[in-house]
């Protein structure tokens, strides 16, 4: 079925100069870009977006972080969108993320992972209501 997803470009990813490379593998996947921003993400947009981690203990630096400098904000849409982003970000832990993935190929250590993307089509509908009002 066709499935809409949000993708976020974490502050590493744009300061790196990924952005061209990542999209271009989401293209070459099938996939379309059906909005794209580059801004900062909000201290609200980061508590909404990362509920479920508070009181973690990585928290604290996960919202610093992500709104640490500009990311670029996406919705993605093709045929199972959710799960073929996924399979092309690779593992969470850029460390265990297989080479030829997003996170494998770019990332550096857990905290910048170089991307975010919806993990079901559930928080794909929050996600997008968070960052696409
Ligand atoms: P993301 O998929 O954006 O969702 C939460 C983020 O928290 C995750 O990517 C990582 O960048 C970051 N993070 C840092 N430490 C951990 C951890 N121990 N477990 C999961 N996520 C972590």
């Known amino acids: ?11 590493d990813g744009v300061k790196n100069k990924h952005i061209g490379e990542i999209v271009n593998r989401f293209e070459r996947a099938g996939l379309a870009v059906e ?4 801004g900062m993400v909000t201290p609200e947009q980061a508590a909404a977006n990362y509920a479920e981690h508070e009181g973690k203990p990585f928290y604290n630096g996960l919202i610093e972080y992500i709104t640490s400098g500009p990311v670029v ?5 093709g045929d199972g969108a959710v799960a073929k982003c996924r399979s092309l970000m690779g ?8 080479p030829g993935t997003i996170r494998g190929d770019f990332g550096l250590v857990m905290d910048e992972n170089v991307i975010h993307g919806s993990d079901s089509p559930e928080s794909a509908e ?8």
């Open 1 to 11: 079925a066709v499935q809409k997803t949000y993708i976020m470009i974490k502050p």
């Open 126 to 133: 929050r996600e997008m209501g968070i960052f696409f009002a």
């Open 91 to 98: 593992a969470t832990n850029p460390a265990d993320a297989a």
């Open 73 to 77: 904000k996406m919705i993605i849409s």
């Open 35 to 38: 909005r794209m921003e580059l």
